[in-house]
């Protein structure tokens, strides 16, 4: 069974959501049998590359609340990932534009790094003192992290067009099924669970999407050149 | 979607079938959006590693066959093969045990290089001089060639264990799926096709899968905790 989510860095319930998820597939019976893929979403695609500010100016200048507003969101939030385990800095944190991220965790997919690398950013971008925006070295420090190979991090950074296309490829698809926000979570692209649920919403619907695995049905072909325990077989009109 | 193809790099069908395969994938429209998949599955699998003899001396003794029929089949996949664009050495292969090129192929997924080793392991076994079997120093080499690091494949090597459990869960679910022979093609584990059929037969498949891709349900959980492009839900009774 697969599992999607699409997530992004910046997106403090995606951190929050990732955890729960993951707190239900630990205790799944298959969990051996589930395949984990994280896709692209971006909360703030038109921001541009150096275009970093604070978390509670951005709060009080995009959505027009008040500083105690945008501090009391981010204490709960604190809240809700200190109850999953997860260190989450309240104050001073930043809020910039993710591409990148989401690029490098494109190479980091081919490289079969994926779910090490946007832990490390999730971490990084919520947990930890030093910024992830503005800063390509730091990106690539926390490539290196991952298991990357630095000098391909930093070409992948030093070409916007890289993995591009996959970034876009993942918002186009999540629009297609009708994502509006994240964390979004599709198993076997059977089951949406929007948001982060609880993790006996997860749990429920793991079981759910794998009670409902699809049977196989064989298409008719001519007849198989295959090879098995009694040998090749090899036609003879062919 | 995705396409997962059992098969063994010593099934001579299997390496036609993938040409065929390919050629029917790069003619889908919807191309870009398949992944592949390999999965193992050994024809040999009682077979001790170090067992290694000609493929004419292991068909006559397997299946009874005279050197001459042994000899004619070889010829006949040689030309099959010819006619996917693929060079067969149909004289002096060698048979041989494949445990360690799938324990291989496994590394290479997790590192995001399973189709190019699988690739270079036919060609190696079905077209180049060098034999694969009996010689962890040659399967390192191509595991090289392939981008993965030698330090990581010879430490695979040299411990039996390594992604041994990896092997045997993909022979079980062939097993589980009905596969009795390789190639075994599984699209969106809906539509099975057996063999190395005409790439007709794989664009009628493709085709169909793609049209009969499941529909999204949402599992309906507590109010979603999500971000999205108007910020993020902070439930106030949660």
Redesign the interface.
């Known amino acids: 069974m ?1 599992v999607e989510i699409w997530s ?1 860095i910046a ?4 951190y ?2 990732k955890a729960r998820f993951e707190k239900a597939l630990d205790a799944f019976p298959h969990r ?2 589930v395949e984990v893929v994280h896709r692209s979403f971006e ?1 703030d695609p038109g921001r541009a590359k150096g275009d970093v500010q604070p978390v509670i100016t951005m ?1 009080t200048k ?2 027009g609340m008040s500083a105690a507003q945008a501090q009391a ?1 981010e204490d ?2 604190g809240t ?1 990932a200190a109850a999953e385990g997860l260190a989450y800095r309240t104050r001073d944190r930043d809020h910039g534009n993710t591409f990148d991220m989401h690029r490098l965790l494109h190479l980091a ?4 790094r994926q779910d090490e690398l946007i832990g490390i950013f999730y971490r990084a971008n919520f947990a930890e003192e030093a910024t992830v925006f503005g800063d390509d070295e730091r990106l690539v420090e926390l490539a290196v992290a991952a298991g990357l190979d630095a000098d391909e991090a930093r070409a992948v950074l030093a070409d916007p067009a890289a993995y591009a296309d996959d970034v876009r ?1 993942d918002e186009r698809e999540a629009a297609e ?2 994502a ?5 979570f ?1 198993l ?11 993790a006996e ?1 997860f749990a ?2 793991l079981a ?1 999407a794998w009670g409902e ?7 008719q ?14 036609p003879q009109d ?1």
């Open positions: 697969r992004d997106c403090p319930w995606c929050v959501g051996d049998e909360l709060l995009k959505y969101g709960n939030l809700q997919k081919a490289r079969g490829a099924l009708g509006n926000g994240v964390p979004f599709v076997d692209r059977t089951y949406g669970v929007s948001g982060a649920q609880p919403v429920q619907a759910q695995r699809p049977q196989l049905t064989l298409v072909g001519e007849d198989a050149e295959a090879c098995g325990p009694d040998g090749c077989a090899v062919r």
